[in-house]
Each structure stands twice: as structure tokens, then as C-alpha cells.
């Protein structure tokens, strides 16, 4: 069974900046692929952005493209979620999430193909 942990949020201001971390244990790391979201208070969770196997695919919701950056430490078990010049309404809980391998190039974008999920971490923004 895949274990994540997040952490790495907190309160911000708005443009400023904040690295999200999740760590997994339970399963080999290089056979997951990630994935965050996250989730506003009275909202559906959305989401974030996904990241391959090898770390070479990656995919943004266009809310966050050329803001945020997900990346990940195979050595160390770990996958990042760098967010810069951040906004009031990227305030949510983030989760991360694992699955053996995307059905295609988009399926990471849906919580439904993910079936492994950490217990999130807040991320305020205030303005």
C-alpha cells in the first residue's frame, strides 16, 4: 500500500512563494506516477498538475501554467510542487496523489485515475 505525506504549506503573501513536498514509502517510486490538486473551501477538488514516471512528462491546468512547476527525486522518493507568484485564490488544501502509470497523455488531470492519496497540507494566500 502507497503512503504519501505532504507538507511544505502555510501562510503567504500574495506573490510570493512556497515549495510543496510529498514523500511516498510502500511501493517503488519510479513505478508512480504523480499528480497534485487541491481543493478550495465550498469547491470540487481540481486538478494541479502531473508529473510521469520519469519525471519527463509533465502537465499544468491552465490556472497555474508558468507559475508552478512540479518536479521529482527518484534518489529520495519525492515529488515537489514549486509555486511562485502565488494568488489569493490558489489558497486550498493540496494533496498529492500516485498511480501505477497514466492511461494516456491527459489522464493525469483527473482524480479518478488516481488511486493513492496523501492527507494534504493548507496553503493560504493572503492578499
Known amino acids: 500500500q502507497v503512503q504519501l505525506v505532504e507538507s511544505g504549506g502555510g501562510l503567504v503573501q500574495a506573490g510570493g512563494s512556497l515549495r510543496l513536498s510529498c514523500v511516498v514509502s510502500?511501493?517503488?517510486?519510479?513505478?508512480?506516477?504523480m499528480g497534485w490538486f487541491r481543493q478550495a473551501p465550498g469547491k470540487e477538488r481540481e486538478f494541479v498538475a502531473a508529473?510521469?514516471?520519469?519525471?519527463?512528462?509533465?502537465d499544468y491546468a491552465d490556472s497555474v501554467k508558468g507559475r508552478f512547476t512540479i518536479s521529482r527525486d527518484n534518489a529520495k522518493n519525492m515529488v515537489y510542487l514549486q509555486m511562485n507568484s502565488l494568488k489569493a485564490e490558489d489558497t486550498a488544501v493540496y494533496y498529492c496523489a500516485a498511480v501505477l502509470r497514466f492511461r494516456d497523455s491527459t489522464a493525469g488531470r483527473y482524480s479518478t485515475a488516481y488511486n493513492s492519496w496523501g492527507q494534504g497540507t493548507q496553503v493560504t494566500v493572503s492578499s
Open positions: 508529473i510521469s514516471r520519469g519525471g519527463g512528462s509533465t
Open positions: 510502500g511501493r517503488t517510486f519510479t513505478n508512480l506516477a
